[in-house]
């Protein structure tokens, strides 16, 4: 079975671009989940979807959004791309959206370089 | 607010002997807690999780976790390290009380396997 799948790999963008990140989940998973992981450390929430909904939001700016599709693939939007934006962004699926006793599974990941 | 501290940023095991990596974290009742591992390149892959009962945990790949209450720990073990666990290690913690699936992680051990 596929894992979770995220498309692009690699992308470069220069400041205030936009950027779309995309996300397939783990077949029969509607949960998903998104993080950013700048160098060195460890991966920070940003959002989660289920059922096409946005359940929770970490503390990112407005810049960042979201969207989940009725096949429960999504999309990560950032708009006014700055240098710190650079970073590993993660995608999670879950089968639900229970408080965490689901495991969630990682894509490898969309790495994007802001010049 | 739940978080992670791994106090190790690098560790050093030559291959054959044995490793332990700590985790800490900060939470007041009883937390879900997860290991991950990060390859060069890659995503995340669940080594293991701790929910509730049996305090020590069997894993992927040869790895155990103990959780102790007493200590706010969660640290992960292999007996004997191959070259291959070379690699990154992310303890987390699942955010509880939010209504809403969130993984707190530390900020990883980096561990290099010598010959």
């Known amino acids: 079975d596929a894992g979770v799948t995220q498309s692009p790999t690699h992308l470069i963008k220069t400041r205030g671009q936009h950027v779309t990140l995309r996300c397939s989940p783990i077949?029969?998973?509607?949960?998903v989940s998104w993080y950013q992981q700048v160098l060195g450390q460890g991966p920070q929430f940003i959002f989660q979807y289920y059922e096409k909904e946005e359940r929770g939001r970490g503390n990112f700016p407005d810049r960042f959004s979201a969207r989940q599709f009725p096949n429960y693939s999504s999309e990560l939007n950032v708009n006014a791309l700055l240098l710190g934006d650079s970073a590993l962004y993660l995608c999670?699926?879950?089968?639900?959206?229970?408080?965490?006793?689901?495991?969630?599974?990682f894509g490898p990941g969309t790495r994007l370089l802001v010049l | 607010a739940q978080s992670v501290t791994q106090p190790d940023i690098h560790i050093t095991v030559s291959e054959g002997a044995s490793l332990e990596l700590r985790c800490n974290y900060s939470?007041?009742?009883?937390?879900?807690l997860f290991w991950y591992v990060q390859s060069p390149g890659q995503g995340l892959q669940l080594l293991l999780k701790y929910f509730s009962g049996d305090t020590l945990v069997q894993g992927i790949k040869g790895f155990e976790a103990e959780f102790k209450r007493s200590q706010s720990s969660f640290n992960l073990r292999k007996p004997s390290v191959h070259w291959s666990d070379a690699a990154e290690y992310f303890c987390a913690v699942g955010a509880v009380n939010t209504g809403f699936q969130k993984l707190v992680f530390g900020t990883g051990t980096r561990l290099l396997v010598s010959p």
């Open positions: 939470y007041g009742a009883t937390p879900y």
């Open positions: 077949s029969g998973h509607k949960s």
């Open positions: 999670a699926s879950s089968l639900s959206a229970d408080q965490n006793q689901e495991t969630q599974y």
